[in-house]
């Protein structure tokens, strides 16, 4: 189970973090992402870190330098640090999990999703 939180309405410009709090599988083990949907656009990957081999990090161009993902094993929660954002930010967040994911960006190859959390610039 992921279950995401933070999201909020903020100032262009401003910072905003979100967190995902999982539970129920070996969270140490799986590869996590962010993806954000838009109203009337695709889900899309915001970023993804990986702890087997690594603490590999994964972004999209439009929010590198930006956004930060890292995660706590100990806590089981992955976070999102957002800075410097802008209206095109807006969007639902969703956490994902998963164990052989593909390509990061891919949403196919997530196995559980939190319902999402609603980040409004």
């Known amino acids: 189970q992921l279950v995401e939180s933070g999201g909020d309405l903020v100032q262009p410009g401003g910072s905003l973090s979100v967190s995902c709090a999982a539970s129920?599988?070996?969270?140490?083990?799986?590869?996590m992402a962010w993806f954000r949907q838009a109203p009337g656009k695709e889900r899309e990957g915001v970023a993804a870190?990986?702890?087997?081999?690594?603490?590999?990090?994964y972004y999209d161009p439009s929010v590198k330098g930006r956004f930060t993902i890292s995660r706590d094993v100990d806590k089981n929660t992955v976070y999102l640090q957002m800075n410097n954002l802008k209206p095109e930010d807006t969007a639902m967040y969703y956490c994902?999990?998963?164990?052989?994911?593909?390509?990061?960006?891919?949403?196919?190859?997530?196995?559980?999703w939190g319902q999402g959390t609603q980040g409004t610039v």
């Open positions: 994902a999990a998963g164990q052989y994911v593909g390509a990061w960006y891919n949403p196919r190859g997530y196995e559980d």
């Open positions: 129920g599988f070996t969270f140490s083990s799986y590869y």
């Open positions: 870190i990986r702890t087997t081999g690594g603490m590999n990090t």
